[in-house]
């Protein structure tokens, strides 16, 4: 070849190589979406399991843009780095649908229509797909000197919506009630939206609006007529509400109520990925953060672990004599046992959770001889259609534990005494698990 032409030939591939630079990623793995998730949760799982990786340090970074964290270390001399950029729940569903994301991080379900546009690539309500990290409580917030101790989801809706304007029209003082609210791009903004407002009670145009929860509690903290929302691990400096949902009793989010999803404003934090196209490291971080290790990061970042541990409740005058005589030799263990909607099988969850509360009687040196289902139903048209729903409910748990290799669990039903939620509300058809007192 001429050396004219071996020119030419270098000038050429040069040219490509500038045209069309090799395909890279700045990231192993990006997790996009949820800021709950996001600013504290979804990083110490991700420290967690890099630590597991490598026997390097793991270094966090800030990134280009705010709210989002860049953490670094080395796995076999080569550098491992993990996105994680929190800018609202429905950032991440496009992210993932777009090949960008390897893990959508959501503080609310998947919707449908979400669903529907991946439906070719993995079904999102799937257990491969769908993946319970964590239990979070939407934490109703005021200043803490206010008087207001609750509040039904019906009064917080007319307090949102602008129906109820001043603290005296519930209870307060003679003050005009100013409000505070998550911004539209958030999985927190999309549940208050579900669980307390609806189209005939939007929010009220005078709510000041945030992206960060932590920063709308502060301000709630400083604003003695302020009303805000905001995820569990963001309470802070600002006073919890206690919330009733119909004729149920007024709960606060606490260890118990929020993970056993009792307290009305409890949701789920979820990790999404796309069934069988989800690449090992992020197949990893998932089973890292539903193990038990991965579980006591998320206590230690404010939210509720999925742990099972025995608590026994404290009962009000509302809890029938009946009830207590039935638990008094026994504790609960904050899990519920719940369905898929519309459905008599258990949701992705509770097939974790079969497995969980095997791992806790092992943990304890206890056995399936120590444990007790109650079952409950929704109100029913008789007393003894209720009895059979709450007890079929209830033996359907047992025949899945008994399938997971706890075998013949004891089990009985309530009816619809004892609910949770307003009538008609999923919460109330649910499978309680109690154990022996030691």
């Not at 069988?276 to 672990?305: M, N």
């Not at 026994?330 to 519309?342: H, I, K, M, P, S």
């Amino acid at each position: 070849m001429a050396v004219s032409d071996r020119i030419y030939l270098l000038l050429f591939l040069l040219c490509s190589v500038l045209a069309f630079p090799p395909l890279t990623t700045a990231h192993e793995l990006e997790i996009h979406g949820s800021n709950t998730v996001g600013a504290t949760l979804a990083p110490s799982l991700v420290e967690g399991y890099l630590e597991q990786l490598s026997n390097d340090q793991v270094l966090r970074q800030p990134a280009a843009r705010e709210n989002e964290q860049i953490l670094v270390t080395r796995q076999h001399n080569k550098k491992l780095s993990v996105l994680v950029a929190a800018h609202g729940s429905s950032t991440g569903f496009r992210t993932l649908a777009n090949g960008q994301a390897d893990i959508w991080a959501s503080s609310r379900p998947a919707r449908p229509g979400e669903a529907a546009k991946v439906s070719d690539t993995a079904d999102l309500t799937g257990l491969a797909s769908e993946h319970v990290i964590a239990i979070d409580g939407l934490a109703i917030l005021v200043h803490q000197s206010n008087p207001v101790s609750q509040m039904s989801i019906e009064t917080l809706r007319k307090v949102f919506s602008g129906q109820i304007r001043n603290w005296a029209e519930v209870g307060g003082s003679n003050n005009l009630i100013r409000l505070y609210a998550r911004d539209n791009r958030s999985g927190t903004w999309d549940t208050f939206k579900t669980l307390v407002l609806d189209k005939a009670a939007p929010l009220h145009d005078s709510a000041l609006r945030y992206e960060s929860n932590d920063q709308l509690s502060d301000d709630v903290s400083r604003d003695p007529y302020s009303i805000g929302f905001a995820g569990l691990a963001s309470v802070r400096n600002s006073k919890l509400l206690a919330i009733s949902d119909g004729d149920a009793p007024a709960l606060k989010p606490n260890q118990l109520t929020v993970a056993s999803e009792d307290y009305p404003l409890s949701r789920r934090l979820f990790m999404y990925t796309l069934g069988e196209q989800t690449p090992d490291l992020a197949k990893g971080l998932i089973e890292y953060a539903l193990s038990a290790e991965g579980q006591g990061r998320v206590a230690g970042s404010g939210f509720i672990s999925q742990n099972p541990i025995a608590v026994k409740p404290e009962f009000d005058d509302s809890v029938p004599a009946t009830f207590k005589r039935l638990t008094q030799s026994y504790q609960r263990l904050t899990v519920n046992f719940r369905f898929a909607e519309g459905r008599t099988k258990l949701d992705n969850k509770a097939h974790r959770d079969l497995l969980r509360v095997k791992h806790y009687l092992q943990q304890h040196k206890r056995s399936a001889d120590d444990l007790l289902l109650i079952g409950f139903a929704d109100a029913q048209s008789d007393e003894l259609r209720a009895q059979m729903i709450s007890e079929l409910r209830a033996l359907s748990v047992r025949r899945a534990l008994n399938h997971a290799g706890v075998p013949y669990v004891s089990y009985t039903g309530y009816g619809h005494y004892m609910p949770v939620g307003g009538s008609g509300n999923q919460r109330n058809g649910r499978v309680e698990v109690w154990i022996k007192s030691r």
